[in-house]
């Protein structure tokens, strides 16, 4: 099974900054031909607050002709309490409404593929904790199926055992029951996107990925993350395990945040970094 996964795409119909790169992602798709593509977050500009950008943004996925699955990212449904825009049920509905569920957990051959929405974790919402439920079970149930995890956010930027980094991963706390689950059912995969940086690396017998953005990259707005500045996509094929490709995409533009962020997502007095973009 070949899998495509997208992320950070950041359409709006308003703010087309980055739409030109979705025509040659479409064809590179159409070209490779996937099994399945998954979308791992930040499909628009502020979906968290305008309809209209995850309707624009659906209405591009569903040029496809393959199937999509979507997770959503913090444009898309808000982020961590104290932001300006916080995780909530306003916005959990407006996702619901316009795009689908925010997780999922597809039996595929094999294979359990699992989507889940890393903007609950550490939230404090209720839906926190009826996604770990549903997360603990799902895997408990998976019957001997080998499972890929696909999220918005890592769990952690450099080291599973750091402090918390807020904006960027997954708090200590619920990070490790994650980590716990990972390492007891054997995740062969934990795919995710967020950070505009491209990257792979192991955690025990867990394969970690960091796809691409298909949007753009970051120049001095942020510290240097792992890995490298990429605009494309990323290639996962399940067999006996998974092999994992990270793909420039021909004809795509690597935009530089750093030059249209004020246009884009325009920073307050209080905001100094790209924390506020991203």
Known sequence: MKIIQISDTHFSPTKPHFNGNWDPIRQWIEDEKPDLVIHTGDLSVDGADLDEDLNFSMALLGELTVPVLVVPGNHDVGHMPGSHQPVDD?????????????????????WLIIGINSLLIGSGHAEEEAQRRWLSETLANRDGRRVVIFAHKPLFVDDPNEGDTGYWGAAPGPRREILDL???????????????????????????????????IIDKLEREMPGRRLVGAAIHRLGTGVESELVSVAGTTAHVLDEVIDEVYPRNSTTASVEAAQ
């Open 90 to 110: 306003l916005r959990l509905t407006r996702w619901r409404d316009l795009v689908g569920p925010d997780r999922f957990a597809k039996d595929i051959g094999d």
């Open 182 to 216: 990972l390492k007891q059912h054997q995740v062969a995969l934990f795919a995710s996107g967020h950070l505009h940086w491209a990257w792979q690396g192991m955690l025990g017998d867990t394969q970690l990925v960091w796809a691409p953005p298909t949007s753009f």
